[in-house]
């Protein structure tokens, strides 16, 4: 079997190992090389000769796009695909520009790279599906698009600001679009929400009243499923899916009619149970496949410091289809 040879480049340890996580997954991938930094990546590149390089734009000492430059010099028969939190047209083409044939947004890289790697390795190019493509195209036509279906995203955040700016708005969203929201969240989470909400004149109390905004406690919820360490997946189902239902059935929207907002799995990680977050996001993966649902798990980046985390990061991101980093 001929092996497609990889240089991972990628300055947050965490994410440089969900993505080796991730390319491990192929067999016809071997990655013989990693870096961190921009000039790193241009020495790799023409030490390693590489069939494929991706790269982040955000680099320290060189930034990708530079990096990109001088490595299409040093090691013209490399293919190069970024792999990188910016999502802005511009930035994208600049990349293609400098011989890139394929841009995947962070944010999609759980349900992107695989195929974005594929698509490059077969000589076409490949556009993240968070960014536009009608400047993009290459001169053959021969694009390959990120899938659109956006189910169950993780977002690693920094301060509590997170819940009342980013979760807040989110929420306020999603109900003036018509759907119902499910918040797993701690009492002083919700306290936030609930202020961010009603500043943005949406009537929490009244939205509770007709079912379309719930609120659960995550410990207490947790115990009605947990036999001892593990997430039961029967009595999982049965209490979701009741929760889900109903607030399907209060929703006005008439397609994915339900946001979900949670925070278990980070109680359990808190917790120092891995094995039991990871299983509990397998299970949420299952659910999906019954009901039709957003899901939004939110883990403090602050529980992921050290190279003891970067394993568990991996795991943990490769359960969604879209990641977020703090």
Request: hydrophobic content about 45%; some cysteine.
């Amino acid at each position: 079997m001929e092996l497609f040879r990889v240089l991972v480049v990628e300055d947050f340890a965490p994410f440089r190992r969900f993505i080796c996580s991730t390319l491990g997954k192929n067999p016809k991938l071997q990655i013989v090389g990693e870096a961190s930094d921009g000039f790193e990546a241009v020495r790799k590149a023409e030490e390693l000769q590489p069939d494929l390089i991706l790269l982040d734009i955000g680099l320290p000492t060189l930034t990708g796009v530079e990096a990109a430059r001088q490595i299409r010099k040093l090691s013209p028969e490399s293919k190069l695909l970024f792999v990188s939190q910016e999502s802005s047209a511009d930035i994208a083409q600049e990349a293609f520009r400098q011989g890139a044939l394929g841009y995947v947004v962070k944010t999609r890289a759980g349900i992107e790279l695989l195929a974005a790697v594929k698509a490059v390795c077969q000589g076409r190019q490949f556009v993240s599906s968070g960014l536009p493509d009608r400047h993009l195209m290459d001169s053959t036509g021969a694009l390959a698009r990120g899938p659109s279906e956006r189910t169950h995203f993780v977002q690693f955040y920094k301060d509590d600001n997170f819940w009342r700016d980013d979760v807040g708005e989110l929420l306020c969203t999603a109900l003036n679009e018509g759907k119902s929201v499910i918040v797993c969240a701690t009492g002083q989470h919700v306290a936030a929400l609930h202020e961010s909400m009603q500043e943005r004149h949406i009537d929490v109390q009244r939205l509770a009243q007709v079912g379309r905004c719930i609120t659960l406690d995550p410990a207490e919820t947790l115990l009605k499923f947990m036999d001892s360490d593990l997430p039961n997946q029967r009595k999982f189902a049965s209490l979701l899916g009741s929760v889900i239902r109903d607030a399907e059935a209060a929703a006005i929207a008439t397609s994915h009619r339900v946001t979900i907002i949670g925070e278990m799995v980070a109680l359990l990680w808190a917790q120092a149970k891995l094995d039991a977050t990871i299983r509990l996001e397998e299970i949420w993966n299952d659910l999906a496949k019954t009901y039709s649902f957003h899901l939004h798990c939110a883990y403090p980046a602050s529980g992921f410091q050290g190279q003891q985390t970067e394993q568990p990061y991996a795991a943990i991101c490769a359960q969604h289809s879209a990641i977020i980093p703090a």
